[in-house]
């Protein structure tokens, strides 16, 4: 099975990779603008630089032929909001680019798009699942609905097999801040363990949608064997995870590291992070993805554990 990532020398992608990795039958090409930071060794991986916003380089990437393809290269939402133009170019421009050169070239092809729960607006008091209405408040969540309701009509033409999955936000993410604007939930727990001050821009009583790397890698690699019939008319669906307020991820932090790593945790209030984090839901259905065959998240303290153990063994 020959599997092509996108956007694969993120973290998130390079852990993909190795798991994808562990299946002795697949063979990968991972390509991003940026070069890995983990070295890969085997014989099964083809790295390749390339910019998916020009549609020569999608072309000529396409010109093999892959059983699965991976879109994970994307501007994060805190990016696209402060950069329309950029946004539209690599979250919306570059995944119809590739997603019309699959359904000539390719058709049939399994394409796994993971979307965010960005496309969703405000839902105080709401349990949301696949039938809300999405109606998201930053550009980020437009151009990843734009997408999802491409890649649902491709797949109901058949000209594609696609699966949709809307990703919580993920953490503990290791490396440097990101351009999310839900970075922080990571870095308070990331750069408080390394020993680094930073800042908190959201007010503690926050409530968010999180999920641990580990599961939402396990969860991308079984959707790619999901059978296509099962999802029926719509090829969305989204990720199991956890309902917690960012007081409860200081509070894990604590229970870690200790109140020292907490002190070094300041609170100063961004209104332009907080109003695009309120406007994504926190409490979510994920009844889909269990029947689907997805695997539910383990606790944030055990996240959290993890990634200090990480840390300790030199990993991250």
Same mark, same amino acid.
């Given at each position: $099975? #020959?599997?092509?990532?996108?956007?694969?020398?993120?973290?998130?992608?390079?852990?993909?990779?190795?798991?994808?990795?562990?299946?002795?039958?697949?063979?990968?090409?991972?390509?991003?603008?940026?070069?890995?930071?983990? #070295?890969?060794?085997?014989?099964?991986?083809?790295?390749?630089?390339?910019?998916?916003?020009?549609?020569?380089?999608?072309?000529?990437?396409?010109?093999?032929?892959?059983?699965?393809?991976?879109?994970? #290269?994307?501007? $994060?939402?805190?990016?696209?909001?402060?950069?329309?133009?950029?946004?539209?170019?690599?979250?919306?421009?570059? #995944?119809?680019?590739?997603?019309?050169?699959?359904?000539?070239?390719?058709?049939?092809? +399994?394409?796994?798009?993971?979307?965010?729960?960005?496309?969703?607006?405000?839902?105080?008091?709401? @349990?949301?699942?696949?039938?809300?209405?999405? $109606?998201?408040?930053?550009? %980020?969540?437009?151009?990843?609905? $734009?997408?999802?309701?491409?890649?649902?009509? %491709?797949?109901?033409?058949?000209?594609?097999?696609?699966?949709?999955?809307?990703?919580?936000? @993920?953490?503990?993410?290791?490396?440097?801040?990101?351009?999310?604007?839900?970075?922080?939930?990571?870095?308070?727990?990331?750069?408080?363990? +390394?020993?680094?001050?930073? =800042?908190?821009?959201?007010?503690?009583?926050?409530?968010?949608?999180?999920?641990?790397?580990?599961?939402? @890698? +396990?969860?991308?690699?079984?959707? +790619?064997?999901?059978?296509?019939?099962?999802?029926?008319?719509?090829?969305?669906?989204?990720?199991?995870?956890?309902?917690?307020?960012?007081?409860?991820?200081?509070?894990?932090?604590?229970?870690?590291?200790?109140?020292?790593?907490?002190?070094?945790?300041?609170?100063?209030?961004?209104?332009?992070?907080?109003? =695009?984090?309120?406007?994504?839901?926190?409490?979510?259905?994920?009844?889909?993805?269990?029947?689907?065959?997805?695997?539910?998240? @383990?606790?944030?303290?055990?996240?959290?554990?993890?990634?200090?153990?990480?840390?300790?063994?030199?990993?991250?």
């Amino acid at each position: $099975m #020959h599997i092509l990532i996108t956007g694969a020398f993120g973290f998130i992608g390079q852990e993909l990779a190795r798991a994808l990795l562990s299946d002795p039958a697949v063979r990968l090409t991972l390509t991003d603008v940026t070069q890995p930071t983990e #070295h890969f060794d085997s014989g099964r991986v083809t790295i390749l630089t390339s910019d998916l916003t020009s549609a020569d380089a999608g072309a000529s990437l396409l010109e093999t032929r892959f059983d699965v393809c991976y879109l994970l #290269h994307g501007i $994060m939402s805190g990016g696209a909001e402060a950069n329309l133009e950029l946004g539209l170019r690599v979250n919306f421009d570059s #995944h119809r680019l590739i997603l019309d050169h699959l359904r000539r070239t390719q058709p049939g092809i +399994k394409v796994i798009f993971p979307s965010s729960l960005a496309v969703y607006g405000p839902a105080e008091g709401l @349990v949301v699942s696949e039938a809300t209405c999405p $109606m998201p408040q930053s550009s %980020y969540g437009s151009q990843k609905l $734009m997408i999802e309701t491409l890649l649902n009509d %491709y797949s109901r033409r058949g000209l594609v097999d696609g699966r949709i999955v809307r990703l919580p936000t @993920v953490i503990v993410r290791p490396g440097r801040p990101s351009a999310a604007a839900s970075s922080f939930a990571s870095g308070i727990v990331r750069e408080s363990l +390394k020993g680094e001050k930073n =800042i908190l821009p959201v007010e503690p009583e926050l409530r968010m949608w999180i999920c641990s790397p580990t599961t939402v @890698v +396990k969860n991308l690699v079984l959707v +790619k064997d999901v059978p296509g019939e099962k999802f029926g008319l719509s090829r969305t669906t989204n990720l199991p995870g956890l309902t917690v307020t960012v007081q409860e991820i200081l509070d894990a932090l604590e229970e870690i590291g200790g109140k020292e790593k907490v002190a070094l945790v300041e609170k100063k209030l961004d209104s332009k992070i907080d109003a =695009i984090v309120r406007s994504w839901p926190a409490e979510f259905n994920t009844n889909r993805a269990f029947q689907l065959g997805l695997i539910e998240d @383990v606790p944030l303290v055990q996240t959290v554990r993890e990634f200090a153990d990480g840390l300790k063994r030199g990993k991250y």
